[in-house]
Antibody
Framework: EVQLVESGGGLVQPGGSLRLSCAAS????????MSWVRQAPGKGLEWVAN????????YYVDSVKGRFTISRDNAKNSLYLQMNSLRAEDTAVYYC????????????WGQGTLVTVSS | SYELTQPPSVSVSPGQTASITCSGD??????ACWYQQKPGQSPVLVIY???KRPSGIPERFSGSNSGNTATLTIRGTQAMDEADYYC?????????FGTGTKVTVL
């Protein structure tokens, strides 16, 4: 059974940092691109970042460029999102999702972890 | 930046057909996929590569994509199909989601 389990969310002050983790199991992690997608309270889905299987390519939505860093540890089947200089508008549920390069769709999603940026 | 526009809401009677559109510049030149999200749950892929259904998705869900518009069609809509639906495509390695459509089964 495919499982993606996010952790690391919480309450952080504006300007602060947080590191999200996503533990993957039940599929060949090294064969997949991986992504972070977020959803602000009561709002729609927003793609945040992608990382290639070997970490050699990374892409970000403009609003997080220079502040967020996506990374992965294939030995640990884990995906990460380092979030710095957090803003109130970064408040959202953050989902990790798997992205097969054969079809380029988010085929499996985690349950999400809530990040709240507030003073 | 690339944008995908959906109607905010669609209402449908049980057993009838619901159609949800997704509009974007030359969207037909890209692959579109669709996600269903029920309250408090993570999104679920229901259509990928314009018209393919993942394993476990009922046949009543179908998709098409041509010109500037992708369409998700739900035939014989059931109460369990009441949810938010989002289209999604890629523009130069950047992911773009549609604005979302709330489907209400009356």
């Amino acid at each position: 059974e495919v499982q993606l389990v996010e952790s690391g969310g919480g309450l952080v002050q504006p300007g602060g940092s947080l590191r999200l983790s996503c533990a993957a199991s039940g599929f060949t992690f090294t064969s997949y691109w991986m992504s972070w997608v977020r959803q602000a309270p009561g709002k729609g889905l927003e793609w945040v970042a992608n990382i290639k299987q070997d970490g050699s390519e990374k892409y970000y939505v403009d609003s997080v460029k220079g502040r967020f860093t996506i990374s992965r540890d294939n030995a640990k089947n884990s995906l990460y999102l380092q979030m710095n200089s957090l803003r109130a508008e970064d408040t959202a549920v953050y989902y990790c999702a798997s992205l097969p390069s054969s079809s380029w769709n988010f085929d499996y999603w985690g349950q999400g972890t809530l990040v709240t940026v507030s003073s | 930046s690339y944008e995908l526009t959906q109607p905010p809401s669609v209402s449908v009677s049980p057993g009838q057909t619901a159609s949800i559109t997704c509009s974007g510049d030359k969207l037909g030149d890209k692959y579109a996929c669709w996600y269903q999200q029920k309250p408090g749950q993570s999104p679920v892929l229901v259509i990928y590569q314009d018209s393919k259904r993942p394993s476990g998705i009922p046949e009543r869900f179908s998709g098409s994509n041509s010109g500037n518009t992708a369409t998700l069609t739900i035939r014989g809509t059931q109460a369990m199909d009441e949810a938010d639906y989002y289209c999604q495509a890629w523009d130069s390695s950047t992911g773009v989601f549609g604005t979302g459509t709330k489907v209400t089964v009356l």
